[in-house]
């Protein structure tokens, strides 16, 4: 079976080591932010906002190093919100539960 990639997935493969290096610091990050300095752990209702702020402030970082204009950088962003809120999911998950716990 041969597996045709696209230019398009090809700037997404290439990032995929560097969305691993930026997750935890950009989780951090964000928990911190969504917290508004308040030392009281997030609630569950916070959730959906704390994954997708991860999602799109790693994904416009990213973007943000590329020359890439118009269309095909909101394209790519777009390809990667959505990988990042597929692929690590759980892993997003286990470190706000854990946050949540005060385990973090």
Do not use: C, H
Not at 56 to 70: S, Y
Request: charged share 25%; glycine share 4%.
């Amino acid at each position: 079976m041969k597996i045709i990639i696209s230019e398009n997935q090809l700037g997404l493969i290439r990032r995929i080591s560097k969305i691993e290096k930026l997750l935890d610091p950009t989780m951090d990050s964000v928990y911190e932010f969504i917290q508004f300095g308040d030392n009281i752990p997030l609630r569950m209702s916070d959730y959906d906002a704390f994954t997708s702020s991860v999602a799109m402030k790693l994904a416009n970082e990213l973007v943000n190093e590329t020359n890439l204009q118009g269309d095909k950088r909101i394209t790519l962003r777009n390809q990667m919100q959505r990988f990042i809120l597929n692929n690590y999911y759980t892993k997003m998950r286990e470190y706000f539960l854990g946050r949540m716990k005060g385990s973090n």
